[in-house]
Nanobody, 129 residues
Framework: QVHLVVSGGGLVQAGGSLRLSCAASERTFSFYAMGWFRQAPGKQREFVAAITWRNGKATYADSVKDRFTISRDVPKNAVYLQMNSLKPEDTAIYYC??????????????????????WGQGTQVTVSS
């Protein structure tokens, strides 16, 4: 099991930007994919974005497409979520997750929570109007 450390949340005004980071505390783990999910108050956790480790292909939820960008740093075993043009509806606790068991996971499958083996602690993102 890998320990994921998340950072970068905070309070920002609508239209602003934040960058979330998620890194493995140990560098010996191999990831096959990493993803970001979020949970707003009173709502179920939802998929935000994911990226395959081998070739860097990404997929996004429609609600964040063209505003958020997921990227990875393979040597650092880290994934990032650059969030631009933030909206109040983006307010949520954001979680990163790692797939360390399915080396051939197809991109569309990464929207499902149960495809991931390990989860980081959440970080609060609050967007004020």
């Amino acid at each position: 099991q890998v320990h994921l450390v998340v950072s970068g949340g905070g309070l920002v005004q609508a239209g602003g930007s934040l960058r979330l980071s998620c890194a493995a505390s140990e560098r010996t783990f191999s990831f096959y994919a990493m993803g970001w999910f979020r949970q707003a108050p009173g709502k179920q956790r939802e998929f935000v974005a994911a990226i395959t480790w081998r070739n860097g292909k990404a997929t996004y939820a429609d609600s964040v497409k063209d505003r958020f960008t997921i990227s990875r740093d393979v040597p650092k075993n880290a994934v990032y979520l650059q969030m631009n043009s933030l909206k109040p509806e983006d307010t949520a606790i954001y979680y990163c997750a790692a797939d360390t068991s399915n080396w051939n996971i197809p991109l569309p499958a990464l929207v499902r929570e149960n495809e991931y083996d390990d989860w980081g602690q959440g970080t609060q993102v609050t967007v004020s109007s």
